[in-house]
């Protein structure tokens, strides 16, 4: 079975809910990707892109989560997406959500983050609640790899670095991410097997 299709398969079952980062996912972004070949899928939109609000871009997550809890949730997240969620987690509003596909999540505590943000910092240092697994690049331009393991081991949820490929948003290869629905599947096998 291609990725693709078990993807589609997987839809049946779970409501995926994407949770785009800071300035949201463009046009050539693998989430606008991903969601034009699985309109099943929902992106989280937020009030304001540009200066995220850590209780705002929180409490907006737990929102799409209850409307659409009619299936057990999988949130698929990128950059400041999943200091959402780990905040949202910490807050207990991750009720529904069976799992957590998160990617290139920044340093937010480093002092170059964009001060933009507001209420992210300190980051909730505690384990995840539900299964995950983190991808992380080697040369993330926003969070070192030695930081992502970190994180790795705070959250304890596995850890796959694929090598040198920057906040793993910007290449050609992101257009679609093959190798990232290929990671997603193994991910909601390994779910499934629990």
Avoid at 82 to 107: R, S, W, Y
Avoid at 174 to 180: I, P, S, V, Y
Wanted: with cysteine; proline share 5%.
């Amino acid at each position: 079975m291609t990725d693709d299709n078990a993807l589609r398969k997987y839809s049946e079952k779970y409501q995926f809910l994407h949770v785009p980062g800071i300035g949201d996912s463009g046009e050539t972004h693998w989430h606008t990707n991903w969601e034009n070949s699985f309109p099943d899928i929902i992106r989280v939109i937020q009030q304001d892109w540009e200066c995220p609000d850590k209780n705002s871009w929180v409490e907006n997550l737990y929102s799409y989560i209850q409307k659409y809890a009619e299936k057990p949730i999988i949130l698929i997240s990128h950059s400041l997406g999943g200091g959402a969620i780990i905040h949202a987690d910490h807050l207990n509003k991750l009720n529904g959500v069976k799992g957590v596909f998160m990617v290139a999540l920044p340093d937010i505590e480093r002092d170059d983050f964009p001060k933009d943000c507001s209420g992210f910092i300190p980051m909730p240092k505690t384990k995840l609640s539900v299964p995950g697994l983190m991808v992380s690049s080697q040369n993330d331009e926003w969070c070192d790899i030695e930081v992502a393991e970190e994180w790795s081991g705070r959250l304890q949820i596995p850890l796959i670095n694929i090598g040198d490929k920057q906040h793993i948003c910007q290449a050609e290869e992101f257009k679609t991410w093959e190798a990232g629905k290929k990671l997603l599947v193994q991910f909601l096998d390994s779910i499934e097997s629990c």
